[in-house]
């Protein structure tokens, strides 16, 4: 009967460990990279017509005054603490301005009549940021000096369907 043996070294082994180590690391941070991504990324809505933004709004629980404006905004090149924080908040909801920096995009905005819990309903607004008939972020606000506010598009106090 024969027998095989291997001695290795302290300093090979040791580095074995350190390769097989550094590719598990690797694996589940792609893993883990790849599932977060996958999570936050909203399906393309597609918004051409000002029927398909008031479909979309009323598909998240808003209503509102069918009055639209519409205006041009330039994403800035270079995001400032604001930006920054705004850009959070459409990250939360599935969207990321960073790629739009420096394009020019329309917002439109809609006066939103059923936000529960707030006595000035004059001053909630939906904005949708559309970039090529595209949604790339949006917002709901109050523009009261005294307590304004900005959240997510959905309707947290609207009856899930």
């Avoid at 097989?20 to 690391?25: A, C, D, E, L, R």
């Avoid at 996958?38 to 017509?49: D, K, P, R």
């Avoid at 739009?100 to 607004?125: A, L, S």
Wanted: with cysteine; glycine share 6%.
């Amino acid at each position: 009967m024969k027998m095989l043996t291997f001695r290795l070294k302290p300093k090979t082994v040791f580095g074995l460990i350190l390769i097989v180590t550094g590719i598990i690391v690797i694996v589940i941070t792609f893993a883990s990279n790849h599932v977060k991504s996958s999570e936050n990324v909203m399906s393309t809505v597609t918004l051409e017509t000002n029927a398909q933004r008031e479909e979309y709004l009323t598909s998240l629980g808003w209503e509102f005054n069918t009055e639209c404006t519409e205006k041009q905004v330039t994403i800035p090149s270079e995001f400032n603490d604001v930006y920054t924080r705004y850009n959070e908040i459409q990250k939360s909801q599935g969207f990321d301005l960073e790629p739009y920096k420096g394009q020019q995009v329309t917002v439109y905005t809609y006066n939103i009549t059923n936000y529960e819990g707030y006595e000035n309903r004059d001053c909630i607004f939906a904005n949708l940021l559309v970039f090529n008939n595209v949604l790339i972020g949006g917002d709901v606000c109050s523009t009261s000096v005294s307590d304004g506010f900005m959240q997510t598009l959905k309707n947290s106090n609207a009856a899930e369907a």
